[in-house]
C-alpha cells in the first residue's frame, strides 16, 4: 500500500490541538506518544516489494533426471543467473 503523508499530518495536527488544549502536567508526554503512534501507524501501512538478481557460485548441475532411473551426474556449467523475490510489509 502507498503512503498516504497526509493522513500523517493530520494525525499529527490533531496531536499539537489535543496538546494544546491539555493543561495537565502530562501534556508534553501524552503529545510525544500521540507523535509516535502517528508515526508508526504511518510506517507500517509501507508494502515493499523487491527483486534481486545474482550469479551463484558454481554454476548449473547438468545432471539428467529421467525417473525411474536413478539420475545420470553431468557436468557443472554455468555461472547459474538465479532471481529472488518478495512483498513484505514493515513491522
Keep these: 500500500m502507498a503512503l498516504i503523508s497526509s493522513t500523517l499530518a493530520t494525525q499529527i495536527e490533531t496531536a499539537f490541538l489535543t496538546a494544546q488544549a491539555d493543561t495537565t502536567p502530562t501534556a508534553t508526554t501524552t503529545l510525544a506518544n500521540s507523535i509516535a503512534s502517528a508515526i508508526h501507524a504511518y510506517l507500517i501501512q509501507a508494502q ?3 527483486t534481486d538478481t545474482g550469479t551463484a557460485v ?7 533426471l529421467a525417473p525411474p532411473a536413478p539420475p545420470v551426474p553431468g557436468p557443472i556449467t554455468g555461472p547459474a543467473v538465479v532471481t529472488g523475490s518478495g512483498t513484505g510489509f514493515l513491522t
Design 48 to 50: 515493499v516489494t523487491t
Design 58 to 64: 558454481g554454476g548449473i548441475n547438468a545432471s539428467v
